[in-house]
């Protein structure tokens, strides 16, 4: 999982983006295997935007919110004059939406946290993003994705209108790749999501998998750690602590991964895959399903996967 930066001329100026690239290969494709498919891949945008109709308290609100989210990003644009200015988190989302129409991809992987909270001018906007990177878009909900029991009847409607009629588990196929998002947008699953995921893998067909909390393997659960402590049963499907049906969709994941190309997921705000950090104790098993974790896209990371077969 090479992670490299690259530079994006946006409308604030140029800025450098970091930028993960995944190339996967069809089970029984050959040496001589030619490019498929193209993905991006990108997580926890935490979309946080006021519109002047908005409540006082509401604009008040977002304008905290996304001063919190800031301290963490930290991506510069260069002006026209050579001066430089630090973008703010929804800046950063628009110059990675650039990156993205640049890449021209097949489809574009968003696992949750698309927006911050549930509000009206949220989804609206997510909507016009995800219309803007002129391409389809697959989401597996994160836990700030869905309205809550107090939203009202306007913020449903909008969520309603940007997400679509929505099941737990969601099968579209791409280039004759099968991609299932599940919603496990709280770290946890359902016997009845595992139920319909193990229908999905005996058909057999090249699968990837979108889940906002990834699932357990040594890949992520060291990195994981460090960012979050010992306690994981809330950032890891899968964790010590978890139900029966957690740890069963696990194992179905892991018996079947020669069917799932990868697993593609967010929520812990860190990157990592393949096995390849092992300065920050990542490391693989060849027993466990190939997955990749995405740093926020709000901190400027996309993932580019070309599928060859
Ligand atoms: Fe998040």
Redesign the pocket.
Known sequence: MAITKVQVNTEYGKCVLEESRVVLTLPGAGENAKPICRFVHIS?S?MVVSRPEDSPEIIEKVAHTRKFWNQFTDIRAELPDGSERRLDLMEVNYAVAERIRELSPDGVFITG?AVDNPSVSNYITLGEYMDSLGTKCFISL?N?DCPEEDSDDSTRAAYDSVMGKRDDVMIDTVCGIDIVSVFDGYGTVTAKETEILRKQLERGRPTVVLLHAPVKTLSVEEPARRSWGDDLSHWIVGSDGQSQECLDFVRLINENKDNILAVFS??V?LASGGGEAEDQGESFSEDEVLQYTAH?AFMGFLRVIDIVG
Do not use: R
Request: glycine share 22%.
């Open positions: 926890d935490h946290d994160g700030h967010g929520h705000h926020p």
